[in-house]
C-alpha cells in the first residue's frame, strides 16, 4: 500500500521510493537514453575532427571513418528511442495508475466526516489534476534532466581528454545551476501552493454551481452565480500571474548567465588558439564553443523544468494530503460478525460534532426488537440525520453506547455489519449505467429471476419493460434521465436484491408527487416486511403504521409511542400533526 510510504511533507524522497518498485526499468530506460542521446556529445567531436582533417590536410580516409561513425550515432537513434520511450511511458503510466487506484481506495476508507469537510471537487481535483501533474514531471524531468547529466559528463570527459586547460570553464555550469535552482525552489514552490489551493477552490466552487444550476435558472439568479464565481477566478488568477511572474525572472536570469559564460568561452577558445596559451586546433575551438552552447541549451531547458518540477512535487504534497489523512474509519483487527438478527439497543448515547457548542444529540435510550420499525421525527435540527448516520456507524458515539445483537458496535468491524444493511436515501443516489448496473451494484453475481423480482416489488418492473432497452437503458448521470418516482423506486430494488435485515428510510418519499409517492410506499412496506427498519419521516402520515415514533426536539427524546399514543398525548407529535393537517 503507498500510503503507508507515502510522505508528501518529503514529496523528493516519496517521488524516488516510488520509483524504486521499477528501478531496473529505470536502469534500462536510462541506457538506452545515454545511447540514444550520443549524437549531441558526440557530434561536436566528430565536427571538430572533419574541420582538422580539411585544415591540417589529413589523410582523406579519416574523412570517411567520422562520417562512417556519424551516420551510425545517427542511425541508432531510431530503435534506442523507441526502447526508452517505452520503458519510461510504463514506468509513468504504471505509478499514475497506482496513485489513482491508491487515492480512490483511501477515500473509501476516510471518513464521511473527511468527505463532507473536503467535497467532491477537491477530491476529483487530486485524483485527477494532481496525478497529471506527477506524471508530466517524471515524462518531462527524465528526458531534461537525463540529457543535461549526461552531455555535461559527455562534454566535460571528452575536453578534459581533447583541451584539459577548459574543463574549469564547464565546470562553473555546476555551481550557477545549482544556485539558481535553489533559488527558484524557494520563490516557486511558496506561488505553487499558493496556486493550487486557489484551483482547488475554484474546482469545488464549479461543483457548487454546477449542483445549484436548477436553483439558479429557476429564480433567475444567474448574475448572482457569475459574481460568486468571479471571485474565485479572480483569486486564480492573481495567483497564477505571481507565479508567472516568479518563473519568468528567474528563466531570464538563467539565460543570460549562461550565454555570458558560452560567450566567455568561445573568446577564452579563440585567445588560446591564437596566442598559442594552450595546444587548441581550429576544431577544438569549435568543439568547446559547441560543447558549451548544447550544453548551457540543456541546462536552461533544465531550468526551464523547474516550475513543472515544483507543480508536480507540490502535487505530491497535496495528494499526501488524502493518503496521510488521520480520519479514517478504524475496522481492522475487530470482531467480523456472520449474521445479523437486528436487535439494537441505544444505552445513554450521545453525539457533539467537533468545535459545535452544544451536542446534536444527547440521552438516547432505545431498544430496538428484530423487525421492529422505529421512526424518528422532530422539527429541523432536532437530530434525525445524526441519528441514522450513528446507526450505520458513519460517526461513532461521543458519549454513550450503541449495540447490536448484544455486541458493542465499537468493537465490530462495520464493514461485515453493512453487509445486512440498505440505505434508501432521500434522494436515490444512481450512476451513470444501465438499470441492471444499478440495481445489482455490488451483487454481481445475481441472476434474472432475482432482479425481476426485485424490480416488481419495488413496483418498477412495469415502466422498466416499457423502456426501449429494458433493464440494458442507460440512466443518465445521477439517473438524470427517469424520474424522480423511478429513481427512487429503483433504489428501493437496489435495496431488496441485498436482502438486508436491518433497513435505514432518509425521508424517502418527501420529494415525491401524490401518485409517486403511493407506489413508492407500497414498495416500502414490502421492503420492510420482516426487517429492523429505522424511518426519518417529514410526512408524519407515512409513519402511521411504525411500532414506535420517537419524537426528537434539541438532540433530545421528547416523546416515544405509537401514532395513536402520540397523537392522544396532546404533546409535540400533535402539534406537528396538527400543522401538517391544516
Known amino acids: ?106 477515500l473509501q476508507q476516510l471518513s464521511i466526516a473527511f468527505h463532507t469537510r473536503a467535497g467532491a471537487g477537491l477530491l476529483q481535483t487530486k485524483l485527477v ?47 550557477c ?41 429557476a429564480h433567475a439568479l444567474e448574475q448572482e452565480a457569475v459574481h460568486r464565481m468571479r471571485g474565485t477566478v479572480e483569486d486564480v488568477r492573481a495567483a497564477g500571474l505571481r507565479l508567472d511572474l516568479v518563473n519568468g525572472r528567474f528563466g531570464a536570469m538563467s539565460w543570460v548567465t549562461y550565454q555570458l559564460l558560452g560567450a566567455a568561452c568561445l573568446i577564452a577558445a579563440g585567445w588560446a588558439a591564437w596566442t598559442g596559451y594552450a595546444p587548441v586546433s581550429a576544431g577544438d575551438v569549435v568543439l568547446l564553443s559547441t560543447y558549451f552552447a548544447v550544453l548551457t541549451s540543456s ?20 495528494i499526501g494530503e488524502v493518503l496521510s489523512a488521520p480520519d479514517l474509519e478504524r475496522n481492522e483487527g475487530k ?40 421512526a424518528f421525527v422532530g422539527p429541523s435540527g432536532s437530530g434525525k440525520s445524526t441519528m441514522l448516520n450513528l446507526l450505520i456507524g458513519f460517526i461513532r458515539p461521543t458519549e454513550g453506547r450503541i449495540r447490536l445483537d448484544g455486541r458493542d458496535m465499537e468493537d465490530l468491524d462495520l464493514r461485515a455489519f453493512r453487509q445486512a444493511v440498505s440505505v434508501v436515501p432521500q434522494e436515490p443516489v444512481l450512476f451513470d449505467g ?49 424520474s424522480g418516482g423511478q429513481r427512487q423506486r429503483l433504489a428501493i430494488a437496489r435495496a431488496l436484491v441485498r436482502d438486508p435485515r436491518v433497513l435505514l428510510l432518509d425521508e424517502a418519499t418527501s420529494a ?37 415514533i420517537v419524537v426528537l426536539s434539541g438532540g433530545r427524546p421528547a416523546e416515544v409511542g405509537t401514532h395513536e399514543e402520540l397523537l392522544a398525548a396532546g404533546g409535540l407529535f400533535a402539534r406537528l400533526h396538527g400543522l401538517q393537517s391544516v
Open 1 to 106: 500500500m503507498l500510503g503507508m510510504d507515502f510522505d508528501g511533507r518529503r514529496p523528493v524522497r516519496t517521488i524516488l521510493h516510488l520509483l524504486a518498485a521499477s528501478k531496473w526499468r529505470l536502469i534500462l530506460a536510462t541506457l538506452a537514453f545515454a545511447v540514444k542521446d550520443s549524437p549531441i556529445w558526440l557530434l561536436p567531436l566528430l565536427t571538430a575532427n572533419i574541420i582538422d582533417v580539411v585544415v591540417q590536410h589529413r589523410p582523406i580516409a579519416q574523412l570517411w571513418l567520422n562520417a562512417a561513425v556519424l551516420a551510425a550515432i545517427l542511425l541508432q537513434n531510431i530503435p534506442m528511442h523507441m526502447l526508452w520511450v517505452r520503458q519510461m511511458s510504463h514506468i509513468v503510466r504504471h505509478l499514475g495508475t497506482d496513485l489513482r487506484s491508491e487515492l480512490a481506495g483511501r
Open 129 to 175: 489534476r494532481d496525478v497529471e501533474n506527477v506524471e508530466m514531471m517524471l515524462q518531462q524531468v527524465a528526458a531534461g534532466d537525463t540529457s543535461a547529466i549526461l552531455t555535461l559528463l559527455g562534454a566535460i570527459t571528452l575536453t578534459a581528454i581533447r583541451v584539459p586547460a577548459f574543463v574549469p570553464l564547464f565546470l562553473l555550469v555546476v555551481p
Open 177 to 217: 545551476t545549482a544556485a539558481l535552482v535553489a533559488a527558484v525552489r524557494r520563490r516557486s514552490g511558496a506561488r505553487n501552493e499558493e496556486f493550487r489551493r486557489r484551483v482547488e477552490e475554484l474546482s469545488a466552487r464549479v461543483d457548487e454551481m454546477a449542483h445549484l444550476m436548477p436553483i439558479t435558472r
Open 299 to 318: 541546462v536552461i531547458g533544465l531550468f526551464g523544468l523547474a516550475p513543472i518540477v515544483t507543480k508536480g512535487l507540490e502535487s505530491i504534497r497535496s
Open 335 to 374: 470482531e467480523r460478525i456472520s449474521r445479523v438478527r437486528g436487535e439494537i439497543a441505544l444505552e445513554g448515547v450521545g453525539y457533539r460534532y467537533p468545535e459545535a457548542g452544544a451536542p446534536a444529540l444527547t440521552g438516547v435510550d432505545l431498544t430496538v426488537a428484530a423487525g421492529e420499525t422505529i
Open 434 to 482: 444501465s438499470i441492471w448496473d444499478n440495481v445489482t451494484y455490488g451483487r454481481r453475481e445475481l441472476g434474472a429471476a432475482t432482479v425481476t423480482a426485485a424490480l416488481r416489488d419495488a413496483n418498477a418492473l412495469e415502466f422498466v419493460e416499457a423502456l426501449p432497452h429494458g433493464w440494458d437503458t442507460l440512466v443518465g448521470e445521477r439517473g438524470a434521465l427517469l
Open 512 to 548: 415525491l408527487d401524490s401518485e409517486s409517492e403511493a407506489l413508492v410506499q407500497q414498495a416500502l412496506a414490502r421492503l420492510m416486511r420482516g426487517r429492523t427498519t429505522f424511518v426519518v419521516a417529514h410526512r408524519l402520515a407515512t409513519i402511521r403504521n411504525a411500532d414506535r
